[in-house]
Nanobody, 114 residues
Framework: QVQLVESGGGLVQAGGSLRLSCAAS????????MGWYRQAPGKQRELVAT???????NYADSVKGRFTISRDNAKNTVNLQMNSLKPEDTAVYYC????????WGKGTLVTVSS
């Protein structure tokens, strides 16, 4: 079993920045993909960014150039630096690990005010 705990959400004005963190614990395979997904009210959950254990990152077009995903394999953490935030970035952000089993965190709310 793997547990994922997110932190760092909150309220920020448009144009501001936030940094999300996710800590994984439990039986973690050294080969995995970690990522961030988000779900806005009334919408489906969508991919924000993923990163492999080798460091290859992938981003949704809507966040390219504004968000940066990073990870620390030794600490089993993944971070999401979010800059130039927009009101449309408002959502609950979820951490996900695929090992290939899939694990989700409980989410952290990000609210961007205009």
């Amino acid at each position: 079993q793997v547990q994922l705990v997110e932190s760092g959400g909150g309220l920020v004005q448009a144009g501001g920045s936030l940094r999300l963190s996710c800590a994984a614990s439990g039986s973690i395979s050294s080969i995995n993909v970690m990522g961030w997904y988000r779900q806005a009210p009334g919408k489906q959950r969508e991919l924000v960014a993923t990163i492999t254990s080798g460091g290859s990152a992938n981003y949704a077009d809507s966040v390219k150039g504004r968000f940066t995903i990073s990870r620390d394999n030794a600490k089993n953490t993944v971070n999401l630096q979010m800059n130039s935030l927009k009101p449309e970035d408002t959502a609950v952000y979820y951490c996900k690990m695929t090992t290939p089993w899939t694990y989700w965190g409980k989410g952290t709310l990000v609210t961007v005010s205009s």
